[in-house]
Nanobody
Framework: QVQLVESGGGLVQAGGSLRLSCAASGSTFSIIAMGWYRQAPGKQREMVATISTGGRTNYADSVKGRFTISRDNAGNTVDLQMNSLKTEDTAVYYC?????????WGQGTQVTVSS
């Protein structure tokens, strides 16, 4: 079992920055990848960025060049640096971790970008 706790969401004006952080606990030794997803009202949850244990990253086209995902050496924390935020980035952001064939989710953190 893996537990994930997100932090760092909030309200920011368009063009601003926020940094999200996700702390993993439990069976962290078995995590093979972590990532961030988001879900806006009335829309499906979508992938924002992922990072493997080897450091390979993957980004949604909509955030490339603006968002950066990173992971600490121990592999227990994953951050998402969000720059040049747009109103369309407003959503609940969820941390995810892949471990032993299962996908784990955090509880989500709200990011609101005002115009």
């Amino acid at each position: 079992q893996v537990q994930l706790v997100e932090s760092g969401g909030g309200l920011v004006q368009a063009g601003g920055s926020l940094r999200l952080s996700c702390a993993a606990s439990g069976s962290t030794f078995s995590i093979i990848a972590m990532g961030w997803y988001r879900q806006a009202p009335g829309k499906q949850r979508e992938m924002v960025a992922t990072i493997s244990t080897g450091g390979r990253t993957n980004y949604a086209d909509s955030v490339k060049g603006r968002f950066t995902i990173s992971r600490d050496n121990a592999g227990n924390t994953v951050d998402l640096q969000m720059n040049s935020l747009k109103t369309e980035d407003t959503a609940v952001y969820y941390c995810a971790a892949w471990s032993s064939g299962s996908l784990y989710w955090g509880q989500g953190t709200q990011v609101t970008v005002s115009s």
